[in-house]
């Protein structure tokens, strides 16, 4: 196979990824969609009669070199997403938004963990144990708000108490998301299997290692941030600052995996963490690593996983189709609940907890992220990604219409009381 190969692909996965972008953007809906959508087209070639056309796409090495540039779009999208984290923003909202993140955590991670449980216990789907049963739960805790602040924008209500903690929430909850991911994939390392024996040395060594790595990932970020101060007052706005940040996103991504045994979007996104923030530099570098991934790797992380896991539509049985129904719509509710009750805990108004639990519904790239850890690990069953898929649509759908609907009739409310 020659190098020049992989350029057929890349090219048409770079332009139907954003012509599928465009258009699911236009519909209200997050690019990601779009994105999905472009790989599941491009995988529906592998059913194609002509070998030759099969073989572009998914010969062997390009098979190799997309899952190589795939794995460096998701290290690229949680740097971003850490860039992007506002600590400040958490410290203002303060007890709202953790007791909002808190049940929108423990209650979807419950409802997946228990609905996996009872589908395993009565034999309809294969039981991995009770790491994978956690793993399942863990999927469903990512957030995605990106919807749901661009409608709360429309509407004018981002400023809002509503807006503001599910803002603030939705960083939170994508801290401890990460957190647990990282916690239980490494302890699918330090056992054998699915099992979890909780006086198991190498369990105790996970936990260890996991602490070490937050606390010197903690030192070498003070370390760097001084570093950038300095960069920043004598040369601002210069390219090395970008260039110096991927570099550390990077060595962040590879250590927290190889030394450390956690997952390297940790690593990418504690590197974003403490590179962003109050760096005034943060926005250019950003900007700058945006660009990069969403010019050509992102869309080849998205475009790759609906191209490697369209068969998995086809290959459904009924006994998984339950589950995988089931596990939706624990996704949905989970979060619907959770976050809602949260809400209402810290005193919202009925109607102000729903619009919370629904503006926190929404799913987007980190769930993908999230399966495809739990499938890489052992723990998660492939057949599980349409489903994911599923629930990033529906909420994405339902989210805008929710919140859009619950003001009009709020608005209805207030102009007949001012007419009265």
């Given at each position: ?370 399966t495809e850890r739990g499938v890489a690990a052992g723990l998660v069953d492939a057949k599980i990604y349409p489903f994911v898929i599923v629930i990033i649509l529906v909420s994405s759908i339902l989210t805008p219409i929710l919140l859009k609907s619950s003001y009009k009739k709020e608005e209805k409310l207030l102009s007949s009381k001012q007419t009265a």
């Open positions: 196979m020659k190098a020049f190969e992989i350029l057929l692909p890349l090219a048409v996965i770079m332009l139907l990824s954003k012509l599928m972008g465009l258009g699911a953007h236009k519909c209200g809906m997050p690019a990601v969609l779009g994105m999905l959508v472009a790989g599941i087209l491009i995988g529906l070639l592998q059913y194609i009669p002509w070998a030759p056309l099969r073989e572009a796409f998914f010969g062997e090495f390009v098979t190799e070199v997309l899952s190589v540039l795939s794995k460096i779009g998701v290290v690229l999208i949680m740097f971003s997403a850490g860039l992007g984290t506002d600590l400040k923003k958490l410290k203002q909202t303060g007890l709202a938004a953790i007791v909002i993140t808190s049940l929108g955590v423990i209650v979807p991670m419950g409802f997946g963990a228990l609905v996996t449980f009872l589908f395993a216990h009565f034999g309809l789907i294969s039981d991995l144990g009770i790491l994978s049963h956690l793993f399942y739960g863990a999927i469903l805790t990512a957030t995605s708000v990106s919807v749901t602040v661009a409608v709360l924008k429309e509407l004018g209500k981002l400023d809002s108490a509503v807006g503001t903690s599910i803002v603030a929430a939705a960083v939170i909850d994508d801290v401890i998301g990460i957190v647990i991911l990282s916690v239980l994939t490494g302890f699918s390392r330090g056992g054998e299997g699915g099992g979890w024996d909780w006086f198991d040395p190498n369990a105790g060594l996970v936990v260890i290692k996991i602490v070490v790595f937050f606390v010197a990932a903690i030192a070498v970020g003070v370390a760097l941030r001084k570093l950038f101060d300095l960069m920043e007052r004598k040369a601002p706005h210069n390219r090395r600052v970008p260039i110096i940040s991927l570099a550390a996103c990077f060595f962040y991504a590879y250590f927290a995996e190889k030394i450390f045994g956690v997952a390297d979007i940790t690593g990418a996104y504690i590197a974003g963490i403490l590179l962003g923030g109050t760096l005034s530099e943060t926005p250019y570098v950003e900007s700058k690593v945006d660009q990069m991934g969403y010019l050509i790797f992102s869309p080849i992380f998205f475009a790759f996983i609906g191209m490697s896991n369209i068969q998995y539509f086809a290959q459904i049985d009924l006994k998984f189709l339950g589950f995988g129904l089931a596990f939706v719509a624990a996704g949905l509710l989970g979060k619907l609940i959770g976050c809602g009750l949260g809400a209402k805990v810290c005193k919202f108004s009925l109607r102000d907890s729903f619009r919370v639990g629904v503006g926190m519904m929404v799913r987007a790239e980190v769930v993908l992220i999230c």
